[in-house]
């Protein structure tokens, strides 16, 4: 695409036969299926954490062994997200749903009733499988169901209200769970939402024909699948372990360079196979390229922020992981509220100046953050600078979702969708890696000098905000450089 070629996020393209259910008004109960659905993978990336020093004692984990509980479901869902994506186009939207709909259930059950180590982490691998398989597909079922253009839009207004705030409210519900009935239902709480959403799914969302019939034409590529996924999955297992291991350790050195590698045989293997997992010319869609990019920067600042910002509650404030979930409800409220808002601001005035508002907002509620004190108190250092951070995740995440997949085919609806989750996690995995490595810097360099140990930890959170914000002005620009400017359009309004 040109770079002077103006992408519409509006202009009706043929619908394949999954939009048979979006003439019907059972469309916005699947809408509503699909959003809870994801809103489900996105809390099981938070929900645990604050369960983590019950989960410790109770199955006797060393704490170097305890971040398996986290990365091994971070490392499969990242890893597989793209294969995910991948294998929903070919083998069917619906069918892929349900799949991981009932492994993730399966998976969180398992891990409930785990009576060692062991059990529970290989419980959050499938549970990380599941996810990828259910997230992409998911997407791509809305991106299916809703024409481009104003429905879409409020589409992914709902997505992006119910997602988004996913994060944020896995660290209220993980700490009320803990406190009330124990860390086995931070897992159970799964369960039944999967066995619902499975048993529904049949009933509000009609299978992709297209998909299923370029499945028996096109197959899988499995050398593609296995070495995307593979250096996928090094990648991440390398930038979560930088913080520990070091960025110069081999260990980390060496999982950086072997999943650089795999991802350069990743692409020589996709540039000649015939039906490759990822075809590449999808980059040549300038808004698809510029999407995941920013998608890598956003979720980089996003994830980072809520890991510093418990830490700062938490360890410098004292609040306990009770208090610490209610003091984000504002920022997930918030979240929704924008979210809302954002879908007919897209709509009238186009994705790119609401997406550069909602990262320039989201930039400005982390720089605030830096002034946060030892002694700060919510309502006067918190509460107005997460409420700020708030407003700009709201207005960006819903954007940023219409940009990556508008303008894509139907058939690739399932890839586009793996993408930007992808980048999201990726870039998750990065600034979380990053940002606590210089906030464990600035700390160490802080006690160094004498400093105390609260008024070091604050230091050090305070340098970690100001990176994130520095993060957000790039994403910013990139927005402003790179996306193609979109028409908005009274169609379907």
């Given at each position: ?420 989750n992808t980048s999201q996690q990726i ?10 490595t210089i906030a464990t810097s600035r ?51």
């Amino acid at each position: 695409m040109s770079a002077t070629s103006v992408t519409s996020v509006s202009t009706p393209h043929p619908p394949d036969s999954v939009s048979a259910a979006s003439a019907a008004p059972r469309r916005w109960w699947a809408l509503a299926l699909l959003a809870l659905a994801q809103f489900v993978v996105v809390l099981d990336a938070s929900i645990v954490n604050i369960a983590l020093p019950s989960i410790g004692t109770a199955l006797h984990f060393s704490q170097s062994s305890l971040s398996w509980v986290i990365d091994a479901y971070v490392l499969t869902f990242g890893g597989g997200l793209l294969l995910g994506g991948r294998l929903a186009d070919l083998l069917g939207r619906r069918r892929l749903f349900i799949v991981g709909l009932v492994l993730f259930g399966a998976a969180s059950f398992a891990g409930g009733v785990a009576t060692t180590g062991a059990v529970l982490i290989a419980a959050r691998v499938v549970q990380g499988v599941g996810g990828a398989l259910l997230a992409p597909a998911a997407l791509s079922l809305v991106t299916t169901i809703f024409t481009e253009g104003a429905e879409r839009n409020k589409a992914m207004g709902v997505w992006g209200a119910v997602a988004g705030s996913g994060g944020a409210a896995g660290v209220l519900l993980g700490g009320v769970l803990t406190s009330a009935l124990g860390w086995r239902w931070v897992l159970f709480v799964n369960v039944p939402v999967c066995l619902v959403a499975a048993a529904l799914a049949p009933l509000l969302i009609a299978e992709s024909q297209e998909s299923v019939q370029a499945g028996r034409r096109g197959g899988v590529d499995l050398p593609g699948a296995a070495t995307v996924t593979a250096g996928l999955g090094a990648l991440v297992y390398a930038l979560v372990g930088a913080g520990n291991a070091g960025w110069t350790s081999a260990r980390t050195v060496g999982l950086l360079a072997a999943g650089a590698a795999l991802l350069f045989v990743f692409v020589l293997i996709e540039r000649r196979t015939a039906s490759p997992l990822v075809p590449l010319r999808i980059f040549r869609q300038r808004q698809v390229s510029a999407a995941n990019l920013i998608g890598l920067l956003l979720g980089a600042a996003m994830l980072g922020l809520f890991f510093v910002l418990t830490l700062f509650m938490q360890q410098v404030l004292g609040y306990s992981p009770l208090r610490s979930g209610l003091a984000q409800l504002p920022l997930g409220v918030a979240i929704i509220a924008a979210a809302g808002l954002a879908s007919p601001l897209v709509t009238r005035l186009g994705v790119k100046p609401v997406l550069i508002s909602g990262i320039t907002v989201f930039a400005a509620g982390m720089a605030w953050l830096t002034r946060i004190g030892v002694h700060s108190s919510f309502t006067v250092a918190l509460l107005g600078p997460t409420l700020l951070v708030a407003v700009g995740l709201g207005l960006a995440f819903v954007p940023l979702t219409i940009a990556a997949t508008s303008g894509v085919p139907d058939h690739e609806a399932g890839l586009a969708g793996g993408l930007i989750n992808t980048s999201q996690q990726i870039g998750g995995a990065v600034g979380l890696a990053v940002l606590a490595t210089i906030a464990t810097s600035r700390t160490n360099h802080l006690v160094a000098t004498g400093d105390t140990v609260r008024a070091a930890l604050t230091g050090g959170y305070q340098v970690a905000f100001a990176a994130g914000a520095a993060l957000l002005l790039v994403a910013a620009a990139v927005t402003a450089v790179i996306l193609p400017r979109t028409e908005t359009a009274a169609a379907g309004e």
